[in-house]
């Protein structure tokens, strides 16, 4: 089948002052319809860490990585973000053991698959939510699978995430680490932006180089997660990449190298789908100049 994406043509170059101002439009809305959807799963998003500036900051992430898509194209991957940050607060920082991590796990699975949510439960209840609203989209017949394999290939890694820290002081080593890098969720989020924005899905082979291109996309936002975050990880007991044996010259120096392979991956996607391809791109590039500077968690 051929690809067809609903929004409009992508935008490779520069922006100028006129589509920065497009863009900060659409963030502007964007932002809004997350402080409401966080207002629609209090339980989820009360704790302190969630402040206005979270809201804000994913919200110009994601209007800057598609600045030729409008709030309402842009509204499943938001949505589908927002529970990530909801699913990392629960495994990473609220769970007290890898059991209790792999409770939720379960739970997100099963409802994945079809089983209500706990009506109690705030997360397994937007994941609900999200699964219905997604499963009305075209391309969900087919690369539905795709989206459940994202999400049990994230809540593994953050499962072993999670084994990794109640392992302490041991540690894994920095390729392993980076070889568990599904636990950032980027893929999975991706997934779920690549079904609501296109009308059906690619031949097999094209589906599988979109992944590929979006797991190496992955791989340098995780390093570059994590020279962002390395002080609020070392506060919360987050795992690092710089925190296992390699200083932050090495890791600038595996960012740009992933980079590289990361725009070789993109680069044949480019003529069949370019809207996907520059998404990948300028995620990337968003992420690089984001965290160089902040983070998108509030204070504990």
Not at 145 to 174: G, N, Q, T
Not at 182 to 202: E, Q, R
Request: hydrophobic fraction near 45%; proline fraction near 6%; charged fraction near 25%.
């Amino acid at each position: 089948m051929s690809h067809v994406a609903t929004a409009g043509t992508p935008i490779t170059g520069p922006l100028s002052p006129v589509e920065c101002g497009r863009v900060s439009a659409v963030a502007g809305q964007v932002g809004r319809r997350m402080r409401a959807w966080a207002e629609s799963y209090p339980q989820l998003y009360s704790a302190k860490p969630f402040d206005p500036e979270l809201f804000t900051t994913l919200a110009l992430a994601s209007a800057f990585s598609g600045p030729w898509l409008t709030a309402d194209e842009l509204r499943m991957a938001n949505r589908v973000c927002l529970w990530c940050f909801g699913l990392d607060w629960r495994i990473d920082y609220l769970a007290s053991s890898p059991d209790q991590a792999r409770e939720t796990a379960r739970q997100c699975l099963q409802v994945a698959d079809g089983a209500p949510p706990a009506a109690d439960d705030d997360l397994t209840r937007f994941l609900a939510d999200i699964r219905d609203e997604l499963g009305s989209a075209p391309a969900y017949a087919e690369l539905g699978p795709v989206w459940r394999d994202e999400l049990a290939r994230m809540l593994e890694a953050m499962i072993k995430e999670a084994e990794w820290k109640h392992a302490a002081p041991a540690r894994p080593s920095f390729e392993e680490y980076l070889g568990n890098a599904d636990n950032l969720g980027f893929c999975f989020v991706f997934a779920a932006h690549w079904i609501a924005t296109t009308a059906s899905a690619p031949p097999p082979p094209d589906v599988a180089a979109i992944r590929e291109a979006s797991r190496a996309v992955q791989r340098v936002v995780r390093l570059l997660n994590d020279l962002g975050t390395y002080q609020r990880d070392v506060e919360w007991g987050d795992l690092n990449a710089l925190l296992l044996g390699v200083d932050r010259d090495e890791v600038q120096r595996r960012i740009a190298d992933l980079a590289g392979q990361a725009r070789e991956a993109i680069a044949p996607l480019r003529e069949a789908h370019g809207a996907l391809a520059a998404y990948l791109e300028r995620q990337m590039d968003f992420c690089a100049g984001f965290y160089g500077v902040a983070d998108y968690w509030g204070a504990l």
